[in-house]
């Protein structure tokens, strides 16, 4: 019995004493570590450098010949770039061994460089790093990247793009030859002489509220020319016309086209400067503003023809409910919606655009109009083309890209 307890004793002093042994170990076998000469892969050579093409001068492409030891030895390669040969270089990039091509695509523009490669030899052992073993490549430079004039790869583009503004060209002096250019009819705008003159029968204010935005948005402009229409009509009619704007600029030139619009329909002396009135700027001030006047004056007509956002179904439905004939456009694909449930007649996107050639006649306006058709028309030949090739196998024209 007695020699039983001495065993267990002996054993349990062996157990406690096993992580000082194996650390003890784990001391010596690091210091064996240390003292290994690991070898060092042989340098990459022949490295080339070229300047991108088709780019803005800020990039190079750098490629070299890998190490002899690439499948044995090297775990990765860095490239190193400098100002100057004798320079310090820093680490720009690195690659996988197998890789031997890297772009430098931060290199500023006019500036001389110098580049290097390292084949690296990381040695591991349980995932942890040991060594690090090294060879760097000759200095190869200097090298400039350049800018070029022309990206070639665009040259489809180019040629699309001065086909649209022959075509441009060659309508713009077709109308002001007097031609007649056909453009389809646009419901919201042949409704308009109909919507002036309910106004002129029961009496009442015509509104157009010309959206948010202010003299720097497409769509406000685009507002202005159908303003203008919709003015002359309404000076024709002896129908009281208000123009209640969000934007300074807007007021100034939406109260210039109404005037000249009651000079063209010989009513001059009927235009008043109030009619074309400042609101306020706030989105939703400006809103519940025009609201208040829809629903104390009851105008017989609204119109909506800008740039118009979450208000757009406040102003619309105000009006739906006071009974106005109302017409919208507007090229904010999240607002059609609700302008073609609370109106009677919606112009869709670029429909917007397009009235303002349509009701103006404009030789420049309508030229641009049938110019960018004939645009259009091209694109979507070269789409149902390109469809028709892919399902036929011959796919040249899919390895076409903007670069």
Same mark, same amino acid.
């Given at each position: 019995m007695h020699d039983q307890k001495i065993l267990l004793l002996i054993i349990l002093c062996a157990v406690l004493a096993l992580p000082l042994f194996a650390q003890t170990n784990n001391v010596a076998d690091t210091g064996a570590i240390d003292t290994i000469d690991y070898p060092t892969p042989r340098p990459p050579s022949n490295v080339?450098?070229?300047d991108i093409p088709n780019d803005a001068g800020t990039a190079l492409d750098i490629s070299w010949a890998p190490s002899p030891d690439d499948a044995a030895l090297v775990s990765k390669y860095q490239v190193l770039r400098s100002a100057s040969a004798d320079g310090k270089f820093e680490v720009i990039g690195e690659t996988t061994k197998g890789q031997n091509r890297f772009t430098d695509n931060n290199t500023p523009e006019g500036d001389l460089f110098f580049y290097k490669i390292v084949a690296l030899n990381e040695v591991k052992i349980d995932d942890r790093q040991v060594a690090v073993k090294a060879s760097e490549s000759m200095v190869f430079g200097p090298v400039k990247p350049i800018a070029q004039w022309f990206n070639t790869d665009r040259l489809y583009i180019l040629i699309f793009l001065l086909?649209?503004? !022959? *075509?441009?060209v060659y $309508?713009? +002096?077709? *109308?002001k030859a007097g031609k007649t250019l056909y453009i389809r009819k646009i419901a919201g705008i042949e409704a308009v002489d109909e919507a002036i003159g309910r106004a002129?029968?029961?009496g009442r204010k015509i509104y157009f509220v010309p959206g948010i935005q202010d003299m720097d948005n497409m769509q406000t402009l685009a507002a202005i020319p159908i303003l203008g229409r919709v003015a002359e009509i309404a000076a024709r009619n002896d129908t009281y016309l208000e123009v209640p704007v969000s934007k300074s600029l807007?007021?100034?030139t939406a109260r210039e086209a109404v005037r000249d619009a009651y &000079?063209? !329909?010989g009513r001059p002396d009927a235009f008043r400067e109030d009619q074309v009135h400042y609101l306020t700027d706030d989105q $939703? &001030?400006? *809103? !519940?503003a025009i609201d208040g006047m829809v629903v104390r004056e009851k105008p017989a007509t609204i119109f909506y023809m800008g740039a118009f956002f979450a208000e757009s179904l406040i102003l619309s439905e105000t009006g739906n409910a006071a009974g106005a004939i109302q017409i919208a456009g507007t090229a904010e694909p999240a607002q059609l919606p609700f302008f073609v449930a609370a109106c009677d007649y919606t112009l869709i996107g670029e429909e917007l655009f397009a009235a303002s050639a349509y009701l103006s006649h404009e030789p420049k306006l309508l030229g641009s109009l049938k110019g960018q058709d004939v645009g259009k028309g091209l694109f979507l030949i070269a789409i149902i083309v390109g469809i028709v090739l892919e399902l036929l &196998?011959?796919? $040249?024209? +899919?390895i076409l890209q903007v670069m």
């Open positions: 080339e450098i070229k086909i649209i503004c !022959a *075509a441009i $309508f713009i +002096s077709q *109308a002129t029968e029961m807007v007021m100034v &000079g063209r !329909a $939703f &001030g400006y *809103a !519940a &196998g011959v796919n $040249f024209l +899919s």
